[in-house]
């Protein structure tokens, strides 16, 4: 038997369950746990993830043979529960031997719910909308590097769609600055930071002082992006009030309202372009996207940037109806929450489910001054990740190796 | 009638076919060309368009109304072809004129193909792909502003999915700056522009000196960049020969050659996840996205980033042949074109098409150092588009107004 070292896994995975036998089914491996439940580990599976230095690099951590580097007749010829807990496999024709921890076997396994960092999301309800209460963390503390205040901002925007600093100094570095504390930011051809304020000559509504009913940005874009912030230094205008609705909220109502215009914003195709006199981005993509339950993922809805849409009348005339009823949802006030941005709060929502609006406001009555950036879903959701991995590391340390519960 | 002033569209539209007839149909406007061929124009579609500056800002030139805000028994009760060739409706009950340009009513009529500006892709073939012709720009012509010598490059990157800048300079700035003139460029955790050089400590299996089999970038992130950029600074070591394959045409070959797996790769959702001590970003797609003509639009396979595979065994274990049978063609010597960079070559592919790869390196033996960034394909979609704009411009500036050409 050779005893190659183990890689440590780059995650600490603690032992919530101990495995109390294994045996070998078809080449596979058997598991089953100290809770009655049993795995079946596909040897591909397996063999893949052997933690040994010549399967897994032990400084990047990433895979370093390709699975048609393996043997054709490869299958796992020995399986046994160590003594200190971990899963020992012997892989023939190579004669390898690989060690799992039960830790990470078990938060890995075939039948495990999957990623459990992100909590579920919490649609905003038709009626309660206009008051839904949001997360307001105080920009003192996030100033102050007080984490536990920047992570409940974080979870909010994950599980709310909005949440806000407030009182944070009126600097324009508040934006990047607090949004890169996330991870990195979207550029595009308004530049990584932008400013919303009525100018002469504007290359897009947003910079106009007309009212804007609701929407999202972005939505000529392959890739919406996923975060959107706005960080109020100027709002002494009459009007400029915010609006903002629950994207997901309104579809899940037009799905239990009209079945059929729900299916046809999720399939139909529905072309968007920009205006811009020096660019042409152009995507044509359905208003709502679907995650692999049936749950809307995404939003496409800047109407103001719809383009013509191509193929038959009747087609044209469906997508038009059920794009109609989506619409007066999102304007029915009872979806709306509104709210006035105050200098020095900083407004974060999800780009790509919560529309945002504003009231027109009157520019000889004061100035109303906005700086914005985009970011991704996907940077935020890695932060909440990495708090869920330094839990984890905790309560390794807590518990010390397996050995020492599997012998208990 | 009102006689509205017709808000001047943002692209020139030269008319390549004329109107000859219009007339209600439905409240729909039904039209026919000059070439014999009839569209049907909906309602609703030719409204929401009414270049009128109450319905398009004339500055932004975007939407300014909802259709929700239109009058519910909304119809086209009149239309005529008017002297000058327009195409003028009359709306009831509003008692709104539209008039509209016959140049971009052919453009955009619901009959369209679409967005002529992309030519078709060029996939390598198998066999011919280690001697696939690549288009390869002088760098003294980009850097002297030759538009026509830009424009090749971008416009084979399209096409084949790669092509070079040779004899740049040995200056890092080359990479953003080169890269740039297309579009804002793409960050990540590994900053807007890095470089690929052997380092201890290595975060990345691209950061050490060990061979790298063919790959694609960031597929643990939902959206894969579109393009890829790798400028040569040095190149002494032995070994260290870049390979790139056509994964478009690996996956047309998989189709052909096993439907069956070819489907499992467009259907079953793949964990991919990063092995970074300070993000997580985790994505679970399909290896191969198709569009909507089923086509491949995107593959996803950094597959030293794979994460354990959930669900039922019979499943994974499909997953698992399928994969394999894709990772042989895409390491089929038949399906690979080597190159070796040579400093101050600017190399750029489609990262969501074209994988790339390279031989070991010793370190002993000399330096490699590379610089790259990422990009998106619809910057360079947008211009691509930008250039057919311009072309369009100057076709209308040829023939004049539209009058010119209705009379002759």
Redesign the interface.
């Known amino acids: 038997m050779n005893q190659t070292p183990s890689v440590p896994d780059?995650d600490c995975y603690p032992v919530t369950r101990t495995l109390r036998s294994a045996r070998i089914a078809d080449g596979?491996v058997a598991v089953r746990w100290d809770d009655g439940s049993a795995s079946?580990l596909?040897s591909?599976?397996l063999r893949?993830?052997s933690p040994d230095p010549g399967t897994i690099?032990p400084?990047?951590?990433?895979?370093?043979i390709?699975?048609?580097d393996l043997p054709e007749d490869l299958r796992a010829a020995d399986a046994e529960i160590r003594p200190d807990g971990r899963l020992r496999v012997t892989w023939q024709p190579e004669g390898l031997d690989s060690v799992y921890h039960p830790g990470w076997l078990w938060a890995?396994?075939?039948?495990?719910p999957?990623?459990d960092?992100l909590p579920p999301r919490r649609l905003w309800t038709r009626g309660e909308a206009p008051r839904v209460p949001l997360t307001t963390v105080d920009g003192a503390a996030v100033r102050d590097g007080d984490d536990a205040a920047f992570q409940a901002w974080l979870t909010a925007i994950h599980v709310d769609g909005l949440a806000l600093i407030e009182k944070l100094p009126q600097d324009p570095s508040v934006v990047p600055d607090v949004p890169s504390r996330i991870?990195?930011?979207?550029?595009?051809?308004f530049g990584t930071v932008w400013e919303v304020e009525s100018r002469p000559?504007?290359?897009?509504?947003a910079?106009?002082s007309?009212a804007l009913?609701v929407h999202n940005d972005l939505c000529t874009?392959?890739?919406v992006p996923?975060l959107q912030f706005l960080f109020c230094l100027h709002n002494s205008c009459e009007g400029g009030d915010s609006i903002f609705v629950d994207a997901y909220a309104v579809a899940e109502q037009l799905r239990a309202e009209s079945p059929q215009s729900f299916e046809i914003l999720a399939t139909v195709?529905a072309p968007f372009g920009t205006?811009n006199?020096?660019?042409?981005?152009?995507?044509c993509a359905p208003v709502l996207e679907l995650g692999?339950a049936g749950e809307v993922s995404s939003v496409r809805y800047t109407?103001?940037?719809?383009?013509?849409?191509?193929?038959?009348?009747a087609r044209?005339?469906a997508f038009?109806a059920a794009?109609?009823r989506f619409?007066?949802l999102a304007?029915d006030p009872d979806n709306q929450r509104r709210l006035r941005l105050r200098p020095g709060d900083l407004a974060a929502f999800d780009n790509r489910r919560v529309l945002h609006g504003r009231t027109a406001f009157d520019t000889a009555s004061g100035r109303r001054r906005l700086r914005g950036c985009y970011g991704?879903?996907?940077e935020l959701?890695?932060r909440l990740?990495?708090a869920a991995?330094a839990e984890r590391q905790r309560l390794v340390e807590q518990a010390g190796p397996p050995a020492a519960r599997a012998a208990s």
């Open positions: 780059f596979d079946i596909p591909l599976w893949e993830f690099h400084v990047t951590r990433e895979q370093l390709m699975l048609i890995h396994r075939p039948e495990s999957g990623d960092a991870g990195c930011l979207r550029n595009s051809n000559n504007a290359d897009s509504n910079y106009t007309v009913p874009r392959e890739y996923g195709a205006r006199r020096d660019s042409d981005h152009r995507f692999p109407w103001w940037l719809r383009n013509p849409m191509a193929g038959d009348t044209i005339k038009y794009f109609m619409q007066r304007n991704e879903r996907e959701e890695s990740r990495m991995r």
